[in-house]
T-cell receptor, first 115, second 112 residues
């Protein structure tokens, strides 16, 4: 749904650099889910955040990956020291305004390419 | 465990035919079952969903059925059109804060 915003849409990094991906949820909502889609695969849950809180990070790799959703501004997924295996599409999702948290609409995604 | 088995992995039909995709889940506490359509290079798009207190839901050419006893749910597309060609993902939500677990996807090709 057009209401979920992500940027950048495409990101190219060299091995060892840092990648920062941003997501703004649907207007009026403070819940953000991040998912990763490896090439030619399905989507895998990474982390669920509400404003200033990480609720569920069971899908996050143990190292190099972190996420935050500050009181002001978008949610940020940060990948330190990127490796080629991090190349993927990263989507965030958000419930619609006034909707159940089950119902999730996806942003356009950030396609990360690690050279 | 949190698994969703989705079949078939690829499905090829002629325009006007019906297409059926089936998913089996493992968590009996699951209560919400959405279906997403993803075109190449695009975002997953929610096309229909069903909750556990309902056995069937229909929206024009798309329907979803749920069998909680057997733990499976299916997507039915009737009168398929070439623009239905995409990858379709089933998903479910259990008790864990709305976290979606996805099936492996079905590549649907509708031939004109």
């Amino acid at each position: 749904n057009a209401g979920v915003m992500q940027n950048p849409r495409h990101l190219v990094r060299r091995r060892g650099q840092e990648a920062r991906l941003r997501c703004s949820p649907m207007k009026g909502h403070s819940h953000v889910y991040w998912y990763r889609q490896l090439p030619e695969e399905g989507l895998k849950f990474m982390v669920y955040l509400q404003k200033e809180n990480i609720i569920d990070e069971s899908g996050m790799p143990k190292e190099r990956f972190s996420a935050e959703f500050p009181k002001e501004g978008p949610s940020i997924l940060r990948i330190q020291q990127v490796v080629r295996g991090d190349s993927a599409a990263y989507f965030c999702a958000s419930p619609p305004e006034g909707g159940s948290t089950d119902t999730q609409y996806f942003g356009p995604g950030t396609r990360l390419t690690v050279l | 465990g949190e698994n969703v088995e989705q079949h078939p992995s690829t499905l090829s039909v002629q325009e006007g035919d019906s297409a059926v995709i089936k998913c089996t889940y493992s968590d009996s506490a699951s209560n919400y079952f959405p279906w997403y359509k993803q075109e190449l290079g695009k975002r997953p798009q929610l096309i229909i969903d069903i909750r556990s207190n309902v056995g069937e839901k229909k929206d024009q050419r798309i329907a979803v059925t749920l069998n909680k006893t057997a733990k499976h749910f299916s997507l039915h597309i009737t009168e398929t059109q070439p623009e239905d060609s995409a990858v379709y993902f089933c998903a479910w939500v259990g008790t864990s804060y709305g976290k979606l677990t996805f099936g492996q996807g079905t590549i649907l090709t509708v031939h004109p």
